[in-house]
Every structure is written in C-alpha cells, then in structure tokens.
C-alpha cells in the first residue's frame, strides 16, 4: 500500500533492448537453415558449432534485412561499421564469445515516436548471433531441473538488437513500444514478431528516482517477458518493488532479475553490481563494412508502407476512428485487405465492421488466416453495395458470408442463383404479415391495448417467415400501418 500512495513522489525509468531475429533463409555466417521448431541440433555445420579452422561469411540479405529496420526506426545508417567479439563463457555459446557490432554499430541515433507525443530515443541497433538454447529437464527454468541440454540450432542465427535510451515513463508506455517494434518488422517481413516463439525478445532497464531529480537511479535487469502484457506488468511489478525498498530505508540492487508470469512479480536472477568486461576487440575474420550511400538509398526507396503511415492514412484519408485504425494497423493482414476493399468501395465504415466483426470471427472459429480463404476485396465491396443498394439485407449478406470465405465466388451472383434478393415489393410484403397477425390474435389485442414492445415480436416473426428477406424499413413502416389496424 506505501508504494502505491507514494507512486507520485517517484519517476518511473526504463530503457529497453530488443532482440529481433532477422527472417533469413539461412544463419548469420553460415548456409545453416534459420528455422524454428527443427529437431535439436538438426541445423548445424562447422562454422556454428565452431569447429578449428572455419571461417564465417557474413548474409548479405540479413544485412540489407539490418539496413531496412535501421531506416524504418529512423537511425542513421553507418557508412562504416564493423563485428567485434564479445568475449563471456556459457555453455550454449560454442565459441565462447559472440559475434556482435560494439563502437561502430551499422544503425544508430533512431527513434520512435509513441501515441502520446513523446519521441523514445534509439541509441543503436547492431547486428549480432544469437547463442544457442539450453533446454532444462524436469522444470520451467533451470531451478529444479534434473539436467540441461544444449540445442544449438539457435546459435548464429541473425539478430538486430534494438537499444533505447531511458525515455520511456511506464509500462503502458514500454508495451506500446514493443508493439510499434513488432508491427514495424512485420511490416517489414523481417521478422515475424512472435514472442512466444523468441522471435522477439526483450529486457527492460527498469529505475525509479524522485521526481525532479536529473541523476539516474540504480537500474534492474528484467529479463522473461513473453508477451507485451507480460512486458508492462514486468515493468511496473518492479517499479513497486523499489519503492518499497527505498521507503522501507533500503538500497535497489543493480542485478537481473526474471519476471514471474504466474505470480506477478519479479524475482533475482543474477547480480550485476559489478559491470561484466566483456573484453570486446575486432572480429579477425571479418572486414569492416563500408556501406555505399547509394545502395542504402534504394533500400530506403523500396520500403513499404510502415505502420504510422497506415495510421495517418487511415484517419485522415478514409475517416476511420483512432480506435478501428489501431486494429487495422496492428493486424496487417486486416489492413492490407481493407485497403484493397477500399479502392472499389467507398463505404470505409462498413468495410471496417465486416473485417473486424463476422470476418475475424469466421477466421478465428475456423483458425485460418485471410489469405487462407476465398474471400476476395472484389467480393467483399460487392457484397458491401448489394446492402448499400437495398437489394440484400444485412441479415442475407452475413448468411452468404461463410460461402464466401470457404468456396468464393461472386455474391450478386449468388444472390440470384439462391433466390435471396431482398423482398422491397409493399403487396408482397403486405402478403407475408397479414398470416403473422392471423395466427397471433392475443398478441395483436395487447398491442393495440398499448404494449407497443409487442412491435419487435411481429418484426421477428416476419422475419423468420421470409428468412431476412424482407426490406426491414419498409416492413418497420408496412407493418406499423398494418397493426394499427383499419
């Protein structure tokens, strides 16, 4: 309870590092397969599993793949960088250091900005091999394991780490920056951003200090994070632990720490008093990089629309609220396929509605993806007019929408080979009431005598007569006359 009420006499610090596989075919600096789910220790060679004498060959498109992140986090791209080693000792390390960028990075000096107007510094972002995997027996982690083994099929694989400077003020804010990261490189198709999968991987630099002071406090490592809720629980489970500390009269305790999914909270992994001297020097066995400016030039010309872009887009352009846009955005599938739609449709509102409502939830009880259907943008803006024409109800489209995911196809088409257009005729309309009110004499007394809700039970029950097929404003209107009587 001390820390929540004095939550206000503090600031919350927090600098984040994200790891990013790059989606290569193959392995940072050799031919290995870059695949996850492979049986342990499947993608190997000399070179990753290093063996005396092998020589590693940098990926060219892993480089351009750095380049194209480096220009969408707006970073400065470095005309000359180099590899460095950087020398530590685990067992799923087969060299015994890393392959990593020190002093002269490719990327540097980015940022991003987040939905509430403060721009998040980038310091760098460098490219690196990812270690190995320890796989643990008998336990999540390795407390309580029985044994652990070492599946190297990670190790060489192609990352970017992402490093930002300090700015960020809360775990709302932290997750909304590994949101945008995560959106970016897909967008991109650089990454597939799954952090289940350790696609993506995080540690938050969490701090507090009082408010107004300059100096930085003493930061915490918090490693763990698989999911970016998990990310911003992470950071403010922490942020209350240190201030807890300092106003029980204790010190923070620069270590790493690993968050706890399961109960909230963070516990010790490791100390970090004393800052590791990772010995780095230039990687012998590979020449610096001197990056032509006209090369990075084209790679800035081709990249594709990024998802700030598509925000703007979607507010200015098409109208949408900030609420639809952010889900379009977020889900790039939804919003590639709204766009589409929205070259041959100009009703955005109702695009929106049937890619996030009937559309999404068709894909989520069949588990497939948008591109795993036949529903084309073609058929959907038809479909869109059909309704907008009055020539189908609403109720109509949503039942041909699942022939439309499953088998395609044109929806006029269907309309008319199934007899389903919409009944706007007032004499068959007036037809199909009259045996309602015929069969339900005691409901058309009490309606008369004032129970005027009754009026959604006769709705209904022409409705299920005709099946939706009825123009529901000229029923709404055929319908009131009719019970009003003579």
Partial sequence: MTAVLSQTQYETVVGLEVHVQLKTASKLFCACANHFGDKPNQNTCPVCLALPGVLPVLNEQALNFAV???????????????????????????????ISQFDQPV??????????????????????????????????GLAGSDYSLVDLNRAGTPLVEIVSLPDISSGEEAQEYMTQIRNIVRYLDVCDGNLEEGSMRCDANVSIRPVGQIELGVKTEVKNMNSFKAVRRAVESEVERQIQLVESGQ???????????????????????????YRYFPEPDLRPLTLDPAWVESIRKELPQLPAQRLEKLTKTFGLSEYDAGILVEFKELGDFFEATAAICQNYKAITNWLMGDI??????????????????QALAELINLVDA?????AIAKKLLPELISAGGSPEALVKEKGMAQVSDEAAIRAMIQPILDANPQQLTDYRAGKDKLFGFFVGQVMKASQGAVNPEMLNQILKAMLAGP
């Fill in 68 to 98: 194209r992140l480096g220009l969408a986090l707006n970073c400065q791209i470095a005309s000359r960088s180099k590899f460095d080693r950087k020398q530590y000792f685990y067992p799923d390390l087969p060299k015994a250091y890393q």
């Fill in 107 to 140: 990327c540097e000096n980015g940022y991003l900005m987040l939905s509430n107007g403060k721009k998040v510094r980038i310091l760098r972002a460098h490219m690196e091999e990812d270690a190995g995997k320890l796989v643990h027996s008998g336990a999540d």
């Fill in 251 to 277: 010190r923070v305790v620069q270590e790493s720490r690993l968050w706890n999914d399961a109960t909230g909270t963070t516990i010790t992994m490791r100390s970090k008093e004393e800052a590791h001297d």
């Fill in 360 to 377: 999404t939830a068709a894909l989520k009880t069949e588990k497939w993806t948008l591109d795993q259907t036949k529903l084309t943008p």
């Fill in 390 to 394: 009055t020539t189908i109800s609403n």
